[in-house]
Structures are given as structure tokens and as C-alpha cells.
């Protein structure tokens, strides 16, 4: 068992938490010279804001729009990023309508919350805490905002990136760069890596999965990717 984990861990399979400044710094290389300019990314799912801060120090001209919609969470972004020119703070979650939902936590401003009731027995986890939230699609945000381009999109959304994506294909011919979390989240909104394959690849995409060591480029889908550890995943156009 401890040598699958290794090899898996080289591949990136699991290597996706406590990995914000490597994440970011993939952003910045798919980017290429133009990561040094003006650029509009969403840190949806920004939760504490550890993402949104790395990207600020990496994307020195970049405006952040931090998507939180979970209340606790979201008074932490305030007490840091509320007098920042260079962040807006929203307090909804982007999803696949536009509508009200639960989203459930193991206890308030947790970065596992979500908006599915996942089971974690096996963690000795409950998620037991409940809060009404926003949710909106990104083009009804994109239009109530008016933000006229997207150049970098972050998920994090404990499940519920396929949701995001799916309802922006409009938009997927113009982000250059998206990062997506997939892992145990997966699970319990039955969705699998096939799916974001297929959308991406045929929205005109490369695809990487982030690894110790560096971005490794999926030029194709198997079944073997199939991995319910978390991992971060690059699109780039």
C-alpha cells in the first residue's frame, strides 16, 4: 500500500492539499508572459483566502474576485482582503442555476463545506452544520457584474466544479487558464474525471495534473486517472 501511495504521489494522484503556492505558481507558467500583466481572476470557493493571497503576490497586476458564500469564512476574507483595491469579495457560490441552497459544513467557515451532505463516516466526520446560501451560474454573474472577461478561473467548490463549468461552456472559449480540485468530493456528487476530460478536451483545452515536481500533461483519458484522491487539475488554452 505505502508504494502505490508513493507512485501515486509522484504522478500527483493525492498531492493536492497545502499546495496553494505550487498551484498558483502553475497558473503563472501556463500564463507565460502575459502572468506579469492585467488579468481577471475568480478564486470561487476562496474560503480563508490562502489561494486568493498567493495569487496576489504571484499576479502582481491581477484583480481577484473571491467567491465565498459561507458566512465565517467570508468575514475572514473581509478582515484581510475588505481594503484591498486589488480584490472584490462576493458573497455567493457559483454553481449549475441560479437558486438558493444549503450548504453543510462539519462546523462553521470549514473548508469542507459544501453544497452536497456528504457522508464521512470513514473520517469520524458529520457535516451537521447548515447555512442558506446564493448560488449563481458564472454568465448570470458575469452579466449582473459586468465583467466582460474571465482570464483565470479557480475551483474549489468540494464537488461541485463540474456544476461551474458546465454551465459557463459559453465562457470556456475565452478563460486561458482554469484550476480545478477533484478528489473525495467526487464521490458524493457522482462525478468523475471522464466528465472534465471530455468537456475541456472538446472545448479546446490541454489538461495537466499538478505533481511534486511539475505540471504533467494528460493528452489522453483513461480509465487509471480515475483517482478520488485530491488533485489539482490545469485547462489551458
Given at each position: 500500500?505505502?508504494?502505490?501511495?508513493?507512485?501515486?504521489?509522484?504522478?500527483?494522484?493525492?498531492?493536492?492539499?497545502?499546495?496553494?503556492?505550487?498551484?498558483v505558481?502553475?497558473?503563472?507558467?501556463?500564463?507565460?508572459?502575459?502572468?506579469?500583466?492585467?488579468?481577471?481572476?475568480?478564486?470561487?470557493?476562496?474560503?480563508?483566502?490562502?489561494w486568493?493571497?498567493?495569487?496576489?503576490?504571484?499576479?502582481?497586476?491581477?484583480?481577484?474576485?473571491?467567491?465565498?458564500?459561507?458566512?465565517?469564512?467570508?468575514?475572514?476574507?473581509?478582515?484581510?482582503?475588505?481594503?484591498?483595491?486589488?480584490?472584490?469579495?462576493?458573497?455567493?457560490?457559483?454553481?449549475?442555476?441560479?437558486?438558493?441552497?444549503?450548504?453543510?459544513?462539519?462546523?462553521?467557515g470549514?473548508?469542507?463545506?459544501?453544497?452536497?451532505?456528504?457522508?464521512?463516516?470513514?473520517?469520524?466526520?458529520?457535516?451537521?452544520?447548515?447555512?442558506?446560501?446564493?448560488?449563481r451560474?458564472?454568465?448570470?454573474?458575469?452579466?449582473?457584474?459586468?465583467?466582460?472577461?474571465?482570464?483565470?478561473?479557480?475551483?474549489?467548490?468540494?464537488?461541485?466544479?463540474?456544476?461551474?463549468?458546465?454551465?459557463?461552456?459559453?465562457?470556456?472559449?475565452?478563460?486561458?487558464?482554469?484550476?480545478?480540485?477533484?478528489?473525495?468530493?467526487?464521490?458524493?456528487?457522482?462525478?468523475?474525471?471522464?466528465?472534465?476530460?471530455?468537456?475541456?478536451?472538446?472545448?479546446?483545452?490541454?489538461?495537466?495534473?499538478?505533481?511534486?515536481?511539475?505540471?504533467?500533461?494528460?493528452?489522453?483519458?483513461?480509465?487509471?486517472?480515475?483517482s478520488?484522491?485530491?488533485?489539482?487539475?490545469?485547462?489551458?488554452?
Open positions: 500500500m505505502r508504494l502505490e501511495e508513493e507512485v501515486q504521489l509522484v504522478q500527483g494522484k493525492g498531492w493536492g492539499t497545502s499546495t496553494v503556492a505550487a498551484e505558481a502553475a497558473v503563472r507558467r501556463l500564463l507565460g508572459p502575459s502572468a506579469d500583466g492585467p488579468l481577471t481572476v475568480l478564486d470561487v470557493g476562496a474560503n480563508a483566502g490562502a486568493t493571497r498567493e495569487a496576489l503576490r504571484q499576479l502582481p497586476a491581477a484583480h481577484v474576485h473571491s467567491f465565498e458564500p459561507a458566512s465565517a469564512a467570508r468575514a475572514h476574507l473581509s478582515s484581510e482582503f475588505g481594503s484591498n483595491a486589488r480584490v472584490s469579495i462576493h458573497p455567493i457560490a457559483l454553481g449549475a442555476t441560479d437558486s438558493e441552497a444549503t450548504l453543510y459544513a462539519d462546523a462553521p470549514s473548508g469542507l463545506a459544501s453544497l452536497s451532505q456528504r457522508r464521512l463516516d470513514h473520517r469520524a466526520l458529520s457535516l451537521t452544520h447548515e447555512e442558506r446560501v446564493t448560488v451560474t458564472l454568465p448570470s454573474w458575469l452579466t449582473y457584474t459586468g465583467v466582460d472577461k474571465v482570464d483565470v478561473l479557480k475551483l474549489d467548490v468540494e464537488g461541485h466544479e463540474l456544476d461551474v463549468l458546465r454551465a459557463a461552456t459559453d465562457q470556456l472559449k475565452t478563460v486561458r487558464v482554469i484550476q480545478f480540485e477533484f478528489g473525495g468530493c467526487n464521490i458524493d456528487t457522482r462525478t468523475y474525471w471522464q466528465d472534465f476530460w471530455y468537456l475541456l478536451s472538446d472545448a479546446g483545452y490541454r489538461l495537466y495534473r499538478l505533481a511534486p515536481r511539475r505540471l504533467i500533461q494528460v493528452s489522453r483519458y483513461h480509465e487509471r486517472d480515475e478520488f484522491l485530491t488533485t489539482n487539475f490545469f485547462a489551458q488554452k
